[in-house]
């Protein structure tokens, strides 16, 4: 039985960069297997990773509409591509989702990479689906079971009001959450009071702060992977802490 933990949130919040600090946590402690999905559209969870992605599960599902082998069956290509966009570490294994599809039906190649991504999810003990904003993207995932959902916000009112969207619009699936938590992320000052709304979806226990670190946008501008980071770093120390609470209470 896998556990699953998924993130969500508004865009530009530092949703992918936690994802990753919770990666390196995770492997740190010997949470292993472990397969890192990137669920959004704008891929960039390799980045954080450090690794190279060359090919996305999208770039799958459109070859099979056109440049299937002669003599090979769809289902046997299919699984062909999977295997070719899994990206396998020491560490860790990671699959992209890639770009939502054109126009056109994908009834097939879906169908086909449901029951594929279903067997995939099968041979790995822990979970990790970093979403793009909103959670009906769980429906291209074919995990219905969710242990720990992390929504990330920024201080902004946009961005709590978008994490308290995702938790409400998450009751309305055809899915279970075992646990929901909020990480108010990039925090410069102490908060001294959170709106009604938020304390009325997570309560005061379901809320969790990360601070700002310089250091993140360095790494980025200099083109190093986050997991890389030094554990002396503000937001690393932080967020262990934070995993510490989540994951091994």
């Known amino acids: 039985m896998s556990f699953a933990i998924a993130l969500g949130g508004k865009g530009g919040t530092g949703k992918t960069t936690i994802a990753g600090l919770l990666i390196r946590y995770m492997l740190n402690h010997g949470m292993k297997p472990l397969?890192?999905?990137?669920?959004?559209?704008?891929?960039?969870?390799?980045?954080?990773?450090?690794?190279?992605?060359?090919?996305?599960?999208?770039?799958?599902?459109?070859?099979?509409?056109?440049?299937?082998?002669?003599?090979?069956?769809?289902?046997?290509?299919?699984?062909?591509?999977?295997?070719?966009?899994?990206?396998?570490?020491?560490?860790?294994?990671?699959?992209?989702?890639?770009?939502?599809?054109?126009?056109?039906?994908?009834?097939?190649?879906?169908?086909?990479?449901?029951t594929l991504i279903e067997r995939l999810i099968g041979n790995y003990q822990y979970i990790v689906i970093d979403n793009e904003a909103g959670m009906e993207h769980f429906s291209r995932l074919n995990q219905k079971d969710i242990d720990l959902l992390v929504l990330v916000s920024d201080p902004s009112r946009r961005g709590l009001s978008a994490a308290c969207?995702?938790?409400?619009?998450?009751?309305?699936?055809?899915?279970?959450?075992?646990?929901?938590?909020?990480?108010?992320?990039?925090?410069?000052?102490?908060?001294?009071?959170?709106?009604?709304?938020?304390?009325?979806i997570f309560g005061c226990e379901g809320i969790a702060c990360l601070p700002a670190d310089p250091m993140i946008s360095r790494f980025d501008m200099e083109g190093k992977p986050?997991?890389?980071?030094?554990?002396?770093?503000?937001?690393v120390i932080e967020a262990n802490k934070l995993f510490e609470k989540l994951l091994r209470p």
């Open 165 to 200: 969207r995702i938790a409400e619009l998450v009751k309305t699936l055809p899915m279970k959450v075992a646990r929901t938590v909020l990480v108010v992320n990039q925090i410069r000052e102490a908060i001294s009071e959170w709106p009604e709304e938020v304390l009325r």
């Open 35 to 114: 397969l890192a999905i990137d669920a959004d559209c704008n891929s960039n969870l390799n980045e954080v990773l450090g690794v190279v992605l060359e090919e996305t599960l999208s770039d799958a599902r459109e070859d099979m509409r056109t440049k299937v082998p002669t003599g090979m069956t769809k289902d046997i290509y299919m699984e062909m591509k999977v295997e070719q966009a899994l990206i396998e570490t020491a560490e860790f294994d990671l699959i992209a989702m890639g770009r939502p599809e054109g126009p056109g039906c994908y009834c097939a190649a879906n169908n086909l990479l449901t």
């Open 226 to 235: 986050t997991v890389k980071l030094p554990d002396d770093a503000v937001v």
